[in-house]
Structure formats: C-alpha cells, structure tokens
C-alpha cells in the first residue's frame, strides 16, 4: 500500500530495481482543516510530478502563494519551479472559462492537474449542482489532458478541500457529492509529535469498499517527501486492517 499512496500523489511507481512505469492513480481529494497540510502535499506532489522529465504542472488556486508552503523547503530546483504553471481564476466562473477553454490551449500537455482552495470558489454558489459541474469539469479536464498525452501517460488529478469541524447540512451534501466524483480521498491532519508544519498524518481512502490506509507524510528539512507506514500502536481501532472508512483519521 506504500506505493498507492505515492502513485496517487506523484503518478509513478517502480516495478523493479532501476525500473519505473507511469501509473496515475485514480482523482484524489485531499481533505482537511486549516493548517492540515493540503497546499504543502499539493505543492510537493507538483515539485515532484515537475522532475519526472513528462509534461509541466497545472496549479490552479484563487490567490498567489504568498510563500512556499511550511515544509517543502527553500533549496527548490528552478527547472522544477518553471514547469510549474500557476494560474489564478478570481471566481467560479472564471474557473469554469478556464477549465472549458483547455482543449483550445496550444504547448506542452500538463502531466498533473492541481486545484488548491476547492472551497472558496465553491462559497460562492453553494448550491450542489454547482459543486457537482465543478468537479465533472475538472475531470474531463484531466481527462482531455490524458487524451492528448497519448501513450506518454494520463494526466493525474489532485484537489484540495478545507473541511469545517461542525458542517451544516449543506457542506455534508457538497461532500458527499464530491467524494462520487472522486474514488479516493486523503484527510490529513498535522502529527503529533514532528516538526510543526513538517509531520502530517494522511489517511487515504479508496474504492467502493472503502479500503483505508494511514501513513505520515514527513517534509524533510531540504524539502524531499517522505512516505512512511502510520506506527500500528496496540489498542488504536484506526490502525487496523479493515477500520470503518467515511471521517477524517
């Protein structure tokens, strides 16, 4: 399962010794509250897709980063930074202009489709069918992209939601929507004890069986990722092989 969750987010995934195929994993939809890692993950999932020598990196978010997000370090690689095409639609409709004039977009094809902050276009127009051609939108998207690549591989996908503690009846049917158009998810939340910023507890769940699995995302200081196994600890239900999915870890 190490290597799922790293197909999922970096879209290779090594066969052998010295051998390396593309595998793209399935639409992610990385989840969590403020602060839980969801911008760093989406980052160094782009700095890693952006050295793999395939198509650049679409990153869509409402705003500049103001900074590099905690945890992916200062020593970047700028032929890495300059695959990375950062594009910033104000609103929902422009989003929405934006992702239906892809296919008219000439260049390179994007390898990895990035969406940072899902949640503040959606407050918008909270309605469900809004919510629900936003993400059918960003699917086709990855899909077109996957099309035009051809046999160098499929276009992944990876978007980022804010969750609230205490969601109204409206942010759960939102929710619940989404996660149908997206086969697997990742709540994250930051680890205990770790460098603050630095340790993140994912837990990835797949499939309509609800397979589930935790590990610890560490950013190390020079901003390489690492994926490890959650430590089992006797005791703790959420460890175990076979935990009720559906909530954050």
Partial sequence: MAETLRRVLNGSSTDGPG?????VGP???LLGAP???KTA?????????AGEGRGPVLFLTRRPLQSLPRGTGAALDPMRLQKIRFQYPPSIRELFRLLCSAHEV????P????????EEYLLEDPGPQEAAYLAALLLDTAAHFSHRLGGSGDCGLM????TQEEADSGDALQLSLLQRYFPAQCWLQPSAPGPPGRCFRACLEQGEQGSRAEWLVTFQPEGEMAITSWPTQTGDP????????GGPP
């Fill in 19 to 23: 051998e390396t195929t593309t595998a």
């Fill in 111 to 118: 390898s990895l489709l990035l969406l940072d902050g899902l």
């Fill in 159 to 162: 978007v980022a939601l804010q």
């Fill in 238 to 245: 959420s460890s175990e092989e076979g935990a009720s999915s």
């Fill in 27 to 29: 639409p992610l939809l």
């Fill in 106 to 109: 000439s260049g390179p094809v």
């Fill in 35 to 37: 602060s839980s890692g």
């Fill in 41 to 49: 993950l989406l980052f160094a999932a782009a700095l890693e897709a």
